[in-house]
């Protein structure tokens, strides 16, 4: 079956710096992905998301890329904030399937 | 509220004992789906309704689990003759229909359900 994991579990970044979180997924016929915040106790919260018809999309202080030749997601957060600091997941999806494929997340902390 | 709504927020109950976990969508939202997550863990996909479609229930760990939904609103999740490790945060979620290219849309989450197995 599909699978979606994250490269790296935790990251600690200084606040003000940019963070970086990689995903990486192997079905190749995803075609819509998105990134989730989740901070403790609360349910994931929507971030961004991006179509398989596009390797970049920006929000506001977010950027996401997809590289379809490498199977490969990731997150930019530039100047990143204590308030940034949470578990960070990637979903992968197919426009015929009902299911999200969510990675193991990257837990992101953020440096006062 | 806008939000997805779940209820309770915090279930503790004795070991055989069934539970029965709500969530109200979205308004006017189709598509909705339960996930369990484990402490430190990924969502694992429980179920998946979509409309008045029959549910997807490939993700039901036993038969133990099963969910309701009454059309397009409220959906419930049963666990019966709960077991230790049952013990997760039970998260419901929404998302609107879609149209033609757009028809995957992302899921708005509920705070979850934090299910304790004495």
């Known amino acids: 079956g599909e699978s979606v994991g994250l490269h790296l579990p935790t990251l600690s970044v200084q606040e003000g710096d940019n963070s970086i979180i990689n995903c990486a997924y192997s079905?190749?016929?995803?075609?819509?992905f998105i990134w989730y915040k989740q901070e403790s106790g609360k349910g994931p919260q929507f971030i961004i998301d991006?179509?398989?018809?596009?390797d970049k999309r920006q929000g506001q202080r977010v950027t996401v890329l997809l590289n379809k030749t490498v199977k490969h997601l990731s997150l930019q957060i530039a100047a990143t904030q204590p308030g940034d600091s949470a578990v960070y997941f990637c979903?992968?999806?197919?426009?015929?399937?009902?299911?999200?494929?969510f990675g193991t997340g990257t837990s992101l902390t953020v440096i006062p | 509220g806008a939000g997805v709504s779940q209820s309770p927020s915090n279930k503790v109950t004795e070991k055989g004992k069934d539970v029965e976990l709500r969530c109200d969508p979205i308004?006017?939202?189709?598509?909705l789906y339960w996930y369990r997550q484990r402490l430190g863990q990924g969502l694992e996909f429980l179920i998946y309704?979509?409309?008045?479609?029959?549910?997807?229930k490939s993700g039901l760990p036993s038969d133990r689990f099963s969910a309701e939904r009454t059309g397009e609103s409220v959906s419930t999740l049963t666990i019966q003759r709960t077991q230790q490790e049952d013990s997760a945060v039970y998260l419901c979620?929404?998302?609107?229909?879609?149209?033609?290219?757009?028809?995957?849309?992302?899921?708005?989450f509920g705070d979850g359900t934090r299910l304790s197995i004495l």
């Open positions: 309704f979509q409309g008045n479609s029959a549910p997807d």
């Open positions: 308004s006017g939202h189709t598509a």
């Open positions: 991006i179509r398989s018809n596009m």
């Open positions: 979903a992968e999806n197919t426009d015929t399937g009902n299911q999200f494929y």
């Open positions: 979620a929404s998302s609107s229909p879609g149209t033609g290219s757009l028809s995957n849309q992302p899921q708005h």
């Open positions: 079905n190749s016929a995803s075609d819509y």
